[in-house]
T-cell receptor
Framework: GEDVEQSLFLSVREGDSSVINCTYT??????LYWYKQEPGAGLQLLTY?????DMKQDQRLTVLLNKKDKHLSLRIADTQTGDSAIYFC????????????FGTGTRLQVTL | GAVVSQHPSRVICKSGTSVKIECRSL??????MFWYRQFPKKSLMLMAT?????????EQGVEKDKFLINHASLTLSTLTVTSAHPEDSSFYIC????????????FGPGTRLTVL
């Protein structure tokens, strides 16, 4: 089955850019998602990218997809303290099941 | 739009009792709902996929008799943890897919279950 990996922790200073990386194994994944989870809360969809795209920008967020290497990244420009959270990437399988496989999550810590 | 609610948000129960968790799509119809379990500081593990009007599809290793799922309408799915044990304590999150959407899942806020 699909395997999605992320680094566990990232610390950045307020105002800097954050880059969170993710790798996946199933090359037939159709959509790739980034979710944000704050402590004790559910998941908030931040953005997603279709597998035939290589970049998507949405305000402070930029998603880059390297389909050949099966590598996905999320860049947050001008990182704020409110961005501190756990970020999950998720890959959606092809076919009617369309299940999401989540990465292990990256805890982003924003320092002053 | 696309709001998913869960009830209750927190529940504490005694070992051996059953607990029902509701997942509702408030402003859209969801033919498919998903139930996830999240252990502390871990990722989400898909437990089952629930389609309205049909039996749920459980992931490998998930006991269907222990985690009963009912998807009675296009806006409501329930997860019942039967004969709960302390090891069932976890954060349970549901998600719902808009029936005519592109695959995006909208997540509920989660339910924290503690079994004493």
């Amino acid at each position: 089955g699909e395997d999605v990996e992320q680094s566990l922790f990232l610390s950045v200073r307020e105002g800097d850019s954050s880059v969170i990386n993710c790798t996946y194994t199933d090359s037939s994944s159709t959509y790739l998602y980034w979710y944000k989870q704050e402590p004790g809360a559910g998941l908030q969809l931040l953005t997603y990218i279709f597998s035939n795209m290589d970049m998507k920008q949405d305000q402070r967020l930029t998603v880059l997809l390297n389909k050949k290497d099966k590598h996905l990244s999320l860049r947050i420009a001008d990182t704020q303290t409110g961005d501190s959270a756990i970020y999950f990437c998720a890959a959606e399988g092809s076919g009617t099941a369309s299940k999401l496989t989540f990465g292990t999550g990256t805890r982003l810590q924003v320092t002053l | 739009g696309a709001v998913v609610s869960q009830h209750p948000s927190r529940v504490i129960c005694k070992s051996g009792t059953s607990v029902k968790i509701e997942c509702r799509s408030l402003d859209f119809q969801a033919t498919t709902m998903f139930w996830y379990r999240q252990f502390p500081k871990k990722s989400l593990m898909l437990m089952a996929t629930s389609n309205e009007g049909s039996k749920a599809t459980y992931e490998q290793g998930v006991e269907k008799d222990k985690f009963l799922i009912n998807h009675a309408s296009l806006t409501l799915s329930t997860l019942t943890v039967t004969s709960a044990h302390p090891e069932d304590s976890s954060f349970y999150i549901c998600s719902a897919r808009i029936s005519a959407g592109v695959g995006e899942q909208f997540f509920g806020p989660g339910t924290r279950l503690t079994v004493l």
